[in-house]
Structure formats: structure tokens, C-alpha cells
């Protein structure tokens, strides 16, 4: 968990993070997450994000930051994690004690404790039936920018609603992981931002509503407990009075509706139409502002959270830097630099070698495993080390570039 403060003038004033793991050792995460037996199903517990907030706004606290100076705040969530509120949790978030943290208050309130993430990938029969339901993966992602996707909310929560019917029925709001942490500050459910929503299977991404064969596809009354997606860029209201009365935060300070990382990167970077950004994190991400954008069988087309009227195009790749990281373990005894040098020390298009290096079931494409040719095409099982590490690089920007030009 992040935070960063800055002026009018976009000078960073103050900055901070709170590392899951090594902070919050109790939830006993790796990388923040838990993955569970089947290796599919991956979830993070929902009460850690909530104490690393109480624990990220402590140390500005006690590091003496002035919260009555602040005007606004917003926020970037993960992408396609959801969080499930219990029936009668509005109430407990609306009035919690400012003596005490906010995860004491709120540790009965979540039908679900542990939130499926963007890394889950066991939702393939809900995939199926959902694109079955609308008329086809194609058709599916002319309405929501996407085809089904296991990561995406709508598939977690048939998932969640085809074996635990009586938790779903339980739950009185889904909120993503970008308006859970709103509502934090809210005091109150937020919205769903047409950004991170269009990252859902569930949102038709040209009229902005959702989509009624969608929800009905995943779970009954589902319209009730998503509540109105609304502009990126929305004021949601003031902050909280727990914030005001616990922090010193201004009463006047705004929410404004946070969106998904991915969005919140294309704002962040000011990309402009015709730009062209490429994340590398934990999984790697391709981005562009887009006008008229043809939504295919790879990739995403999301609303634009700066300009609603337009778009952007993603491109995710799973197998990002956790790959890099490997291999750099692997083959440059866990030294970027030594990792480097292998890399400069061969040469661009490394002869002939191509390697496809899938860890974990890729997105796009969907593959797994780690494939290796040599100039003759032939399949080989092991490459010399920098030969290793240039074949990684190269295989990983290649792919990029070849799915960017499907999306136009």
C-alpha cells in the first residue's frame, strides 16, 4: 500500500508505503497474497488492506504530516479484485469510533474475508457459461471491451454465487478493490468507476450502464449490489468524520472516485491519443489512449478515466517482473547488474534463439510453461545463461507488440 502527497504544483511533499509481508507478517502472505492448493485460486485477506491503511496513515501521523492541508484525495486499486460486504456493514463503516483502527471496527463485515484478485485463475466454467449466455466470446467483448476472463469480477462472483449461494446472499454490496478503499474514506459504499468497471465482463462499455444479460449470466439481483458506475473523475463526496476526528483531516476535504491501476497509469503518465505506455510490474501492462477501438479476442478496451467519451487499450501479461525476478535468480545469482551485462553481452535478435517463458498460465496469450527454439525452430530444453536472458526480454517485447497491432 502506497501514499503519496502532493501540491498544487505536483511536487511530491510526502511519500510512504506499507509492505504486506514484512509488515503485516500475521496474514502470513507471500507477495501479498495467498495461493491456495489447487494453484488457481489465488485471494488476498481482505482485513490486511484495511489494517496497512490504519498502519499507513499511523506513520504520517506520527512522522508529524499536516492531514488538514488536504483538499482531495484519490486512489488506484488492483485491478479486478472485489470485496463482498456483508448485510448491515454500511452501518458499522458509517459510525466506527475514532478511538479505535478501522480494521477493529470493521472485522465482522466481509461475507467473503479473503477478496478473489487479479492473479485467480479458477473461474473457467463461469467463463464459458458467461460467454455461452451473451453469444460468444467476440460478441462478449463487442459488449463489455473484453472476452471472459477468469480474473475478471463478474466470473468470481458466479463463481461465488454457484458454491456459496447463502454467502452471496449475504452480501449486500461488491465493491472492487479501487471503490472498497473509497468507501473507507467515504464512510459509505462508493461507486464503481466506469474505468475499473470496464474490467468486469459486466459493464457495456459504449453506453456506460451495465449490462443486463451480463449479470443475469452471473448471479440473481446483481444490478442491487453494485450500486451506479459513475465518471472516473466524480466527486463522491467529503471524507469521513472518523478521518477528521482521528486524523485531523478537514471535514471539506473530497473523495473523488479511484479507478483501477491500470487507468490510473494512463492518467498518471498524461498519455495523450497516439501514446503508447508500457508498465513493467509484477505482471506487465501495455496501455493507450484509443478513439475508435476494435475489441478482440486479446486485450482489453476499458472507458478512459480522463475523458470518458474515449478509450484506452490494455494488454496484460501475467508473467511480468515475477518472470524477470526468476530468471535473474536463475541465471545472474539475483544481481540485476550482473543480469545486465548478459544482456548487453549478446546480441539483438539473439541469433535465432526465441524463448516463451509462461510460470504461471499466461493471459495473453493463453499458454504456460517455458518454450524454447533455436535458429532452426527446433524445440530445445536449455539455453546458455545469456542466451537465456535475451531470449526472456526479447520474447516478452515481441509479444507486446504483435497483440498491441490487433487492437489498432
Given at each position: 500500500?502506497?501514499?503519496?502527497a502532493?501540491d498544487e504544483?505536483?511536487?511530491?511533499?510526502?511519500?510512504?508505503?506499507?509492505?504486506?509481508?514484512?509488515?503485516?507478517?500475521e496474514?502470513?502472505?507471500?507477495?501479498?497474497v495467498?495461493?491456495?492448493s489447487?494453484?488457481?485460486?489465488?485471494?488476498?485477506?481482505?482485513?490486511?488492506?484495511?489494517?496497512?491503511?490504519?498502519?499507513?496513515?499511523?506513520?504520517?501521523?506520527?512522522?508529524?504530516?499536516?492531514?488538514?492541508?488536504?483538499?482531495?484525495?484519490?486512489?488506484?486499486?488492483q485491478?479486478?479484485?472485489s470485496?463482498?460486504?456483508?448485510?448491515?456493514?454500511i452501518?458499522?463503516?458509517?459510525?466506527?469510533?475514532?478511538?479505535l483502527?478501522l480494521?477493529?471496527?470493521l472485522?465482522?463485515?466481509?461475507?467473503?474475508?479473503n477478496?478473489?484478485i487479479?492473479?485467480?485463475s479458477?473461474?473457467?466454467?463461469?467463463?464459458?457459461?458467461?460467454?455461452?449466455?451473451?453469444?460468444?466470446?467476440q460478441?462478449?467483448?463487442?459488449?463489455?471491451g473484453?472476452?471472459?476472463y477468469?480474473?475478471f469480477?463478474?466470473n468470481?462472483i458466479?463463481?461465488?454465487f454457484?458454491?456459496n449461494?447463502?454467502?452471496y446472499?449475504?452480501t449486500?454490496?461488491?465493491?472492487?478493490v479501487?471503490?472498497?478503499a473509497?468507501?473507507?474514506?467515504?464512510?459509505?459504499y462508493a461507486?464503481i468507476?466506469?474505468s475499473?468497471?470496464?474490467?468486469?465482463n459486466?459493464?457495456?462499455?459504449?453506453?456506460?450502464?451495465?449490462?443486463v444479460?451480463c449479470l443475469?449470466?452471473c448471479?440473481?439481483?446483481?444490478e442491487?449490489?453494485?450500486?451506479c458506475?459513475?465518471?472516473?473523475h466524480?466527486?463522491?463526496g467529503?471524507?469521513s468524520?472518523y478521518?477528521s476526528q482521528?486524523?485531523?483531516?478537514?471535514?471539506d476535504?473530497?473523495?473523488?472516485?479511484?479507478t483501477?491501476?491500470?487507468?490510473a497509469?494512463?492518467a498518471?503518465?498524461?498519455?495523450?491519443?497516439g501514446?503508447?505506455?508500457?508498465?513493467l510490474?509484477?505482471s506487465?501492462?501495455?496501455?493507450?489512449w484509443?478513439?475508435?477501438?476494435t475489441?478482440?479476442?486479446?486485450?482489453?478496451?476499458?472507458?478512459?478515466?480522463v475523458d470518458?467519451q474515449?478509450?484506452?487499450?490494455?494488454?496484460?501479461?501475467?508473467n511480468?517482473?515475477?518472470m524477470?525476478?526468476?530468471?535473474r535468480d536463475?541465471?545472474?545469482?539475483?544481481?540485476?547488474?550482473e543480469?545486465?551485462k548478459a544482456?548487453?553481452?549478446?546480441?539483438?535478435?539473439?541469433?535465432g534463439?526465441?524463448?516463451?517463458?509462461f510460470d504461471?498460465?499466461?493471459i495473453?496469450?493463453?499458454a504456460?510453461g517455458?518454450h524454447?527454439?533455436?535458429?532452426d525452430n527446433?524445440?530445445?530444453?536449455?539455453?546458455?545463461?545469456?542466451v537465456e536472458i535475451r531470449?526472456l526480454?526479447?520474447?516478452?517485447?515481441m509479444a507486446?507488440?504483435?497483440?498491441?497491432e490487433?487492437?489498432g
Open positions: 500500500l502506497k501514499v503519496i502532493i504544483q505536483l511536487r511530491v511533499i510526502y511519500e510512504d508505503n506499507v509492505h504486506f509481508d514484512k509488515d503485516l507478517p496474514f502470513k502472505t507471500q507477495g501479498g495467498y495461493i491456495h489447487d494453484r488457481l485460486t489465488v485471494t488476498s485477506p481482505v482485513l490486511m488492506w484495511v489494517k496497512a491503511l490504519d498502519m499507513i496513515l499511523e506513520k504520517m501521523k506520527s512522522s508529524g504530516f499536516n492531514f488538514s492541508q488536504v483538499r482531495a484525495l484519490s486512489g488506484a486499486g485491478q479486478h479484485g470485496v463482498y460486504w456483508k448485510k448491515g456493514s452501518h458499522i463503516l458509517k459510525n466506527a469510533p475514532s478511538e483502527p480494521h477493529q471496527s472485522k465482522g463485515c466481509f461475507s467473503v474475508s477478496s478473489p487479479w492473479m485467480d479458477s473461474t473457467a466454467s463461469q467463463c464459458s457459461a458467461l460467454e455461452k449466455a451473451v453469444g460468444g466470446a460478441h462478449l467483448a463487442s459488449i463489455t473484453s472476452r471472459a477468469e480474473r469480477t463478474g468470481q458466479a463463481k461465488i454457484s458454491q449461494p447463502e454467502v446472499m449475504e449486500e454490496r461488491i465493491s472492487l479501487s471503490s472498497f473509497a468507501s473507507l474514506f467515504l464512510g459509505g461507486p468507476d466506469y475499473d468497471g470496464s474490467g468486469m459486466l459493464l457495456q462499455i459504449w453506453e456506460k450502464v451495465w449490462s444479460s443475469d449470466a448471479a440473481p439481483g446483481l442491487e449490489k453494485l450500486g458506475p459513475v465518471p472516473s466524480s466527486v463522491l467529503p471524507i468524520p478521518y482521528r486524523y485531523g483531516f478537514s471535514p476535504c473530497k473523495i473523488v472516485a479511484f483501477g491501476d491500470n487507468p497509469s494512463l498518471g503518465m498524461r498519455l495523450q491519443e501514446d503508447i505506455a508500457i508498465s510490474g509484477t506487465d501492462t501495455l496501455f493507450l484509443i478513439q475508435e477501438p475489441p478482440a479476442l486479446e486485450g482489453h478496451i476499458l472507458c478512459n478515466p470518458s474515449t478509450y484506452m487499450a490494455l494488454l496484460c501479461f501475467k511480468g517482473s515475477l524477470r525476478e526468476r530468471i536463475d541465471c545472474a545469482s539475483g544481481s540485476w547488474d543480469f545486465s544482456l548487453s553481452s549478446t546480441a539483438a535478435g539473439n541469433n534463439n526465441l524463448g516463451f517463458y504461471v498460465m499466461e495473453t496469450p493463453e504456460v517455458i524454447r527454439f533455436n535458429r527446433q524445440k530445445v530444453s536449455d539455453f546458455p545463461k545469456e531470449a526480454i526479447e520474447g516478452q517485447f507486446k507488440r504483435i497483440h498491441a490487433k487492437l
